[in-house]
């Protein structure tokens, strides 16, 4: 049971270039997430998903989209890449609405934008 | 708006003793939920311990604690009996019952057990 697996784990960019994280998690869950985390700023919600073909926006969404084409999987992407965007990005899942269901997290990728 | 404040930046432990990290919340709401959450090194997240608003025994895994004090909305974590692999950044998280989107976080406390 891999959990949530997010691949690349490490990227480097430079500015004005294009990537896509992809986010996979094997257990059946609903919700779908993801974070940044930056020194000092905690962890802070970009987007997020409810479902599958859902999308809704976060705290901080501008620079991202993202796609929920299959329930198991959830895409970050970044359309022209900026030095701002630099930042570990943290997946998670939860099977549902409530508290109960509490966040599955996957390792982290960290990317750097030159 | 919900705050979560963690005010203790860095800790340090010796091995085998207790450490107490401190949380403090600021909501209105009366229903909601609390969490720990670990993040070690290895920079993945890994939950701690959980704590339901409207339970008043604290919850506890195995070396873990946490006193919850709703009325002073503080929750504060024990660790005792600390082991080296407890190292870790350690944030506190709050959440509205029935809202998950809506974790908000502290931004943590860095927390060294030493040998």
């Known amino acids: 049971n891999a959990g949530v697996t997010q691949t690349p784990k490490f990227r480097v960019l430079k500015t004005g270039q294009s990537m896509t994280l992809l986010c996979a998690q094997d257990?059946?869950?609903?919700?779908m997430y993801w974070y940044r985390q930056d020194p000092g700023m905690g962890l802070r919600l970009i987007h997020y998903?409810?479902?599958?073909?859902?999308?809704a926006k976060g705290e901080v969404p501008d620079g991202y989209n993202v796609s929920r084409l299959k329930k198991q999987n959830f895409l970050l992407g970044l359309e022209s890449a900026a030095p701002s965007q630099t930042s570990v990005y943290f997946c998670?899942?939860?099977?549902?609405?409530?508290?109960?269901?509490?966040?599955?997290f996957g390792a982290g990728s960290r990317l750097t934008v030159l | 708006a919900q705050t979560v404040t963690q005010s203790q930046p860095e800790m340090s432990v010796q091995e085998a003793e207790t450490v107490t990290l401190s949380c403090t919340y600021d909501?209105?709401?009366?229903?909601?939920?609390l969490f720990w959450y670990k993040q070690p090194p290895s920079r993945q997240m890994i939950l701690v311990i959980r704590q339901e608003a409207y339970k008043q025994q604290n919850a506890t895994e195995n070396r873990f604690s946490v006193n919850f004090q709703k009325a002073a909305k503080s929750f504060s974590l024990k660790i005792s009996d600390s082991q080296l692999g407890d190292t870790a950044m350690y944030f506190c998280a709050f959440m509205r019952a029935g809202n998950n989107r809506k974790l908000i976080w502290g931004l943590g406390t860095s927390l060294a057990v030493n040998p």
């Open positions: 257990m059946n869950h609903e919700y």
């Open positions: 909501t209105s709401e009366n229903n909601y939920y």
């Open positions: 998903s409810v479902g599958e073909g859902t999308t």
């Open positions: 998670a899942s939860s099977f549902g609405n409530s508290g109960a269901n509490v966040l599955t």
